[in-house]
């Protein structure tokens, strides 16, 4: 079976073993953060001010009068060493799929807070020339970005194609994606000023991995007697499932809006998995009552890597790949409209009074205020 138990002959392996360590890299996050914000004055020159609230959220907001102006720059990650390998191994190239999943890592983001995606910018960062002279792939990247774009329609403003030789590695590429909205009617934005307890917490689906937890994958391809070609439950190989493209939410965000649904408070579920889920500032404690199918790949990562629940969980988004905190009377009518949009979804939980914590009762599992660290 592909998905039987790690073999005795290796350890356990771990995000922090893979080399990523959020413990080291979430303290500069909240130091820029707090750096940042003492810039926060220069806007006033201009007449316009920031949106407090929305420091530490997933999306920066601009009051600029009859409207909000939103903003977020997400890179891809190592999700392209993955498509690069698999080009490799089986002649087929991934490279559409790879431009989706970097224009749902800003775009994704930028919709948490309510705004609707106007213009992305591309960045596109070669190791060195010879990686654009390969036609069929480059060809795939831009028709992948324009199709994300329409899907979500957002224009495609323009980008930045630099090669950095010396710095990217030779044949690499370094993808990214900043995205600018706007929040109109202002009654859109979702800063969480409106989370109480009673609301309900509908979760989406996710397509697999999406573009987070790819380096602990990576690690783990190595260790497979077939790397990507090893086997998945569902008749895929373990590479196809890791190159699913990540799900566009920002379908179901303007589909909710012409349907009078306001959420309360979104999560993008990506880095720290379902700790994500304790994103608001306020001491709050949501129960879970039910969790997603878990996807083949990530229920293989977990097995194979030898993941505990709790740690698989707090590194994947194990099937949930978008929240939306709603009040309980709209919880089924998110639900429907997510599913109309070829999202399916589930009334999964609820807020309530209490400390700031996450409750996953199926599974046991106790996240708390100590276990995110963003702000």
């Known amino acids: 079976m592909s998905t039987s138990p790690t073999s005795s002959a290796h350890a356990p392996l771990t995000y922090e073993q893979s080399g990523v360590k959020y413990d080291l890299i979430d303290p500069l996050k909240v130091a820029a953060q707090r750096a940042a914000a003492a810039t926060a004055g220069h806007l006033l020159g201009h007449g316009f001010c920031e949106v407090g609230a929305s420091r530490g959220e997933s999306a920066f907001v601009v009051d600029v009068g009859p409207f909000y102006l939103a903003s977020i720059v997400e890179c891809l990650g190592s999700k392209a060493l993955v498509a690069d390998e698999m080009q490799r191994l089986t002649g087929r190239i991934w490279y559409e799929g790879i431009a989706q999943d970097t224009i749902a890592m800003a775009v994704n983001d ?149 349907a009078e649904i306001q959420p309360h408070y979104c999560v993008n579920v990506t880095g720290h998995g379902w700790r994500k889920l304790l994103r608001h500032p306020a001491a709050l404690t949501y129960r879970v009552h039910m969790v997603p199918p878990v996807p083949p790949v990530l229920r293989f990562i977990q097995e194979r890597a030898g993941l505990d629940i709790q740690e698989a969980y707090s590194t994947l988004n194990m099937g949930a790949g978008f929240a939306y905190f709603v009040a309980a009377e709209d919880a089924q009518s998110t639900v429907e409209v ?38």
Request: proline share 6%; charged share 20%.
């Open 338 to 375: 997510a599913r109309a949009c070829g999202v399916q979804a589930w009334a999964a939980g609820a807020v309530e009074a209490g400390p700031k914590q996450l409750l996953i009762e199926p599974l046991g599992l106790r996240y708390s205020a100590d276990d995110l660290q963003l702000r």
């Open 110 to 258: 930028l919709i948490t807070v309510g705004a609707t995606p106007l213009v992305v910018q591309a960045y596109w960062a070669a190791g060195g020339s010879p990686w654009f002279s390969d036609g069929p792939r480059a060809k795939a990247l831009v028709e992948g970005w324009k199709r994300a774009c329409d899907r979500c329609g957002v224009t495609w403003g323009g980008g930045e194609t630099p090669a950095l030789a010396g710095i990217v590695e030779n044949d690499r590429i370094d993808l990214a994606a900043s995205c600018t909205g706007i929040v109109q009617p202002k009654s859109r934005l979702s800063l969480g000023d409106r989370l109480e307890p009673g609301d309900a917490i509908v979760l989406l689906a996710s397509s697999g991995i999406h573009a987070n937890g790819l380096t602990l994958a990576r690690t783990l391809a190595q260790r497979l007697p077939q790397g990507y070609l090893t086997p998945l439950e569902d008749g895929l190989t373990y590479g196809e499932g890791l190159l699913a493209p990540t799900v566009l939410y920002s379908p179901v965000s303007e589909a909710l809006a012409r």
